[in-house]
């Protein structure tokens, strides 16, 4: 019989029969999971990771969600979270607070982007939209200037999360059609996409176009009627989509222009995962509210925020909105616990100098190689965009970019696959000897694959 302090440890046929039988997968096919099987790690140590056959993996994605910025088994954060739990490991919610989710708080204002400084903590990403998007219309309405806005704007390929009211907002993943209706009053303009584009332009005049259609569409809806733009500072869709500063300087513009709060989604790119704290430093820009998750707490604690300026908070006399684990103190623990690492070991500039090295090492592997359409990134996050005829840019229609990723992790190093490209996002803590081997193990992968393609 198992006991608390001493697990049975169930062998590796059990543990997958009990996953089939009583996990639901999301995101993978019935076919997929058949063929491939679930995944079970078991341990993990800084940036490697074990799975429950004893096999070890360099993880070049943080956790698979980009998440996991400081590498697994990190006894510090691990100590910050048994000594919150142990004091007070959870109060509630709403006026309830504790001592570590004040501190982050203050600790995300000194952090956030110019005047940012009032923040309400959430359990993820999605909720961190939702929140964000409920906090702009209810600003809008009690603030009085826009009483009726209650439509919003993003666009094409954004992905903000999985409940109803972020799933209205996302384009990206075949999510959203089984659900519909979703939340009324939504429409998606076009973003900024590198490499390959709907009209066949520069990206720099795509940005543009998209930038221009973004006003347009705020017109055409009406100003009065639009309370919010959400948009991702850099797209995961199709592997990390770079716009050009300008792009987002012109948004900025447009939605001040128009009295449009500007949502700006970190919740991949905050704390750490482009060499800056938040990517809204590397564009210039300060959102109206921000959202974050992921890296804000390594993926110790489940934990996500929303951030605003003190004139958008202090407007609405009572934020019609809460969840049970809002400000978890041991979660919030955590976070202050990840901060103050990523402060003390210089992670963030670390972060910008390794990727510049990664950004290089991965073009002068790939760049030339006939599969290769495009080599791009920036900090720790990084895509590799494949293509069977460097002319016409086509994607591959069949499963090259999985394939590549499959092989790269028989070689022992996970990447992920996204669209039209495989994608890498190391944790902070990863050493230039690590992203050269993950730069050795795709560059292997990717001649491997298309060879066994005719494309070599
Ligand atoms: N927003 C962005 C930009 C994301 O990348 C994600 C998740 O990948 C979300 C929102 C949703 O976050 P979560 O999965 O934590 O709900």
């Not at 982050?104 to 961190?128: D, I, N, Q, T, Y």
């Not at 998209?210 to 995961?236: K, N, Y």
Request: with cysteine.
């Amino acid at each position: 019989m198992d006991t608390l302090e001493n697990p049975t440890s169930n062998s590796c046929d059990d543990l997958t029969e009990l996953a089939f039988r009583h996990c639901i997968f999301p995101m993978v096919s019935t076919a997929e999971l058949h063929r491939e099987g679930p995944v079970i790690f078991a341990h993990g140590s800084g940036t490697h990771i074990t799975d429950i056959k004893g096999r070890e993996y360099l993880d070049m994605m943080s956790s698979h969600t980009r998440a996991n910025s400081l590498g697994y088994g990190n006894l510090e954060v691990a100590q910050a979270m048994l000594d919150q739990a142990k004091r007070l490991h959870y109060v509630g919610t709403a006026q309830y607070l504790t001592e570590p989710s004040i501190k982050l708080a203050a600790k995300l204002a000194e952090l956030s982007p110019g005047r940012l400084s009032k923040c309400m903590f959430v359990s993820g990403g999605s909720e961190a939209v939702e929140t964000a998007l409920k906090l702009a219309k209810q600003y809008q309405r009690e603030s009085g200037l826009k009483p009726r806005a209650f439509k919003t704007i993003s666009r094409w390929n954004a992905y903000h999360g999985a409940t109803m009211g972020a799933l209205s907002v996302t384009d990206w993943l075949p999510v959203r059609e089984v659900f519909d209706p979703r939340v009324p009053g939504h429409s998606f303009v076009a973003g900024p996409t590198c490499y390959r584009n709907a009209y066949g332009v520069s990206d720099e005049e795509f940005a543009e176009i998209c930038a221009q259609h973004l006003e347009r569409q705020i017109q055409l809806e009406g100003p009065e009627w639009v309370a919010a733009f959400i948009g991702e500072p850099i797209m995961q869709a199709n592997g990390v989509q770079i716009p050009a500063k300008s792009y987002w300087q012109r948004v900025r513009d447009i939605c001040t222009q128009y009295g449009v709060l500007m949502i700006v989604d970190e919740i991949i790119t905050g704390f750490g995962r482009t060499g800056y704290w938040f990517a809204s430093e590397y564009f210039e820009i300060e959102p109206d509210i921000m959202t974050t998750a992921k890296a804000f707490s390594a993926g110790y604690a489940p934990l996500g925020a929303v951030i605003t300026r003190c004139e958008i908070a202090d407007a609405i006399p009572m934020f019609r909105h809460v969840h049970t684990f809002s400000g978890h103190a041991t979660a919030c623990a955590a976070a202050n616990r990840v901060i103050a690492i990523k402060e003390r070991d210089n992670l963030i500039a670390r972060a910008k100098a390794n990727g510049e090295y990664l950004q290089e090492a991965l073009k002068s592997a790939l760049s030339s190689h006939p599969i290769v359409g495009q080599v791009r990134g920036i900090g720790h996050w990084h895509a590799v965009d494949l293509t069977p005829d460097k002319c016409t840019k086509a994607p591959f229609a069949d499963d090259t970019v999985k394939a590549v990723v499959k092989r790269t992790r028989e070689l022992g190093v996970i990447v992920g696959a996204i669209g039209t490209a495989f994608e890498m996002a190391p944790p902070l803590i990863a050493t230039r000897a690590e992203l050269d081997q993950a730069v050795e193990a795709c560059s292997q992968a990717v001649h491997d694959v298309a060879r066994e393609h005719g494309l070599d």
